[in-house]
């Protein structure tokens, strides 16, 4: 349970699910309906990327300055490097000054205050916290200016129109987290003559990601988090064997469906307006092994360090002992990444040692049935989430013995089993939830899956109305995304 607080925070919960943003979009894509008709692309970029600059300060009006520099500045390094494509040394230099711009403003911002501490802790200093909000966005749209720097540096990029990149970078739908997108992918939608387009299947389709989004994050992760996050709070006061189980796996849930909710939210608005951003979970808890479960959760993230940390040190022929070594070294820099803690840096080894495990079963043609596999996966994952969600080394390890101290079923067998029956009668809407987002995990098509065989039927827009419907109705309460923290 990360405590953490972005500017975003601080200043206001414009969410996709509220009432707010709702009259925002509706307003955005009224503009961008009249532009489109009456002015052309250009003037449809030009709104995009004002109504995208207009969303993140008002979410963080502080940090605006901060997003804008940083996308000029990585603008002209990309400029600079194709001017000195022959030039080589020139052209290095350019690119590790960006680099270095990108990765310094988000260590200083993220990480500052966990150094400090540390430092305190080892020497006995005493240096004062400066307690620095984390700007809203910085983790994703500092990656997505990472992948267009790498892109021009590599050749696969050339700078395009300062209009393209300015909609690439701040595009309102995926700005905060996601997903990560390619910039000549984004950049040919841009450009195909789609903006001036009305296409009602498109938006059809869109109305449907965003209302399953919609749906999952207030009709189910909601409540989820709220139950998940009362049993963290109090887990040194009141915690048991049952509401370590159920926090650990309500926990699990609420963010699966928080966080695809979000994207399926994202990539609706942005069907909108005839851009298909990529695909960011294939339902990663249907998963049979841990190498697999990160191919198919957070996909574009997972996709990045992948590109960009592994593939720098392992190359196909290279021996297991590099292999392994590659892969704990990107699970601990995603670990890292997530957030400034010590839970985070084991949580991101752990995975790394679990993927590892996966690696070479596959090497050495290992396979288990199908159902041991995906069961020993699934509690794989209840466990480095326990890491992720405690906020503290000292948490996570209470929740660990909660879960696993079996000895009251011994010592006291009768009330052990009055405390489960007690706590089951007291949380059964929790339970139903959990019994009903599992059979969506583990049985059902996931929202891609959905979205391809759409067909524009009335019973399908009647079904998409009534979960909108819904979701306005209890979005009052809704709290910010967990992915809006790192």
């Known amino acids: 349970m990360c405590n953490a607080k972005t500017a975003f925070e601080v200043r206001i919960n414009m969410l996709f699910s509220s009432y707010s943003f709702i009259l925002f979009f509706i307003v955005v894509y009224i503009g961008y309906t009249v532009t489109r008709r009456f002015v052309g692309a250009a003037a449809c970029k030009i709104w995009l990327l004002a109504a995208s600059l207009f969303f993140y300060a008002w979410g963080s009006l502080t940090y605006l300055p901060l997003l804008i520099?940083?996308?000029?500045?990585?603008?002209?390094?990309?400029?600079?490097?194709?001017?000195?494509?022959?030039?080589?040394?020139?052209?290095?230099?350019?690119?590790?000054?960006?680099?270095?711009e990108n990765l310094g403003f988000l260590l200083y911002f993220k990480y500052l205050d966990f150094f400090l501490d540390n430092v305190n802790t080892v020497f006995g200093a005493a240096i004062a916290p400066q307690g620095l909000l984390l700007p809203l966005g910085i983790s994703f749209y500092t990656f997505q200016i990472i992948i267009y720097v790498f892109g021009v540096y590599r050749g696969k990029v050339k700078p395009g129109k300062l209009l393209d990149y300015g909609v690439f970078v701040t595009f309102f739908p995926k700005l905060i987290i996601g997903p990560l997108s390619q910039y000549e992918d984004m950049e040919a939608q841009l450009n195909d003559g789609a903006l001036t387009r009305f296409d009602a299947d498109n938006v059809m389709k869109g109305l449907a990601l965003f209302s399953m989004g919609c749906a999952k994050k207030v009709l189910i992760a909601q409540p989820l988090i709220h139950f998940a996050q009362g049993f963290y709070d109090t887990v040194f006061v009141e915690g048991h064997f049952f509401s370590a189980w159920f926090g650990v796996v309500a926990y699990t849930m609420a963010y699966y469906f928080d966080f695809s909710g979000y994207i399926d939210m994202a990539r609706g608005l942005a069907r909108f307006f005839n851009i298909n951003l990529p695909e960011n979970f294939d339902s990663p808890y249907k998963a049979k092994d841990f190498a697999d479960y990160w191919r198919r959760w957070n996909?574009?993230?997972?996709?990045?360090?992948?590109?960009?940390?592994?593939?720098?040190?392992?190359?196909?022929?290279?021996?297991?002992?590099?292999?392994?070594?590659?892969?704990?070294?990107?699970?601990?820099?995603?670990?890292?990444?997530?957030?400034?803690?010590?839970?985070?840096?084991?949580?991101?080894?752990?995975?790394?040692?679990?993927?590892?495990?996966?690696?070479?079963?596959?090497?050495?043609?290992?396979?288990?049935?199908?159902?041991?596999?995906?069961?020993?996966?699934?509690?794989?994952?209840?466990?480095?989430?326990?890491?992720?969600?405690?906020?503290?080394?000292?948490?996570?390890?209470?929740?660990?013995?909660?879960?696993?101290?079996?000895?009251?079923?011994?010592?006291?067998?009768?009330?052990?089993?009055?405390?489960?029956?007690?706590?089951?009668?007291?949380?059964?809407?929790?339970?139903?939830?959990?019994?009903?987002s599992s059979i969506i995990s583990f049985f059902c098509k996931n929202s891609d899956e959905i979205i391809k065989g759409y067909k524009s039927k009335w019973y399908h827009a009647a079904l998409c109305g009534g979960f909108l419907c819904l979701s306005l109705f209890f979005m009052g309460g809704v709290s910010a995304f967990f992915y809006f923290q790192f």
């Not at 991101?348 to 069961?375: D, Q």
């Open 299 to 436: 996909i574009t993230i997972t996709r990045f360090f992948n590109d960009y940390i592994f593939k720098s040190i392992f190359k196909f022929g290279d021996r297991r002992f590099k292999l392994v070594f590659a892969t704990m070294l990107t699970f601990l820099v995603s670990g890292i990444w997530h957030g400034a803690g010590w839970n985070f840096i084991f949580w991101g080894l752990l995975n790394g040692v679990f993927v590892s495990i996966a690696n070479l079963m596959t090497l050495r043609r290992i396979k288990l049935p199908a159902f041991p596999a995906w069961l020993i996966t699934f509690l794989m994952i209840l466990l480095t989430r326990v890491l992720f969600d405690s906020g503290s080394m000292s948490r996570a390890m209470h929740v660990y013995r909660l879960m696993f101290d079996i000895r009251p079923l011994f010592i006291g067998t009768a009330s052990f089993i009055s405390m489960g029956v007690s706590f089951l009668k007291d949380n059964l809407f929790v339970i139903a939830l959990l019994l009903f």
């Open 69 to 100: 520099a940083t996308a000029l500045f990585n603008y002209a390094a990309s400029v600079l490097m194709a001017r000195y494509s022959e030039r080589v040394a020139m052209k290095k230099l350019v690119f590790v000054v960006a680099i270095c």
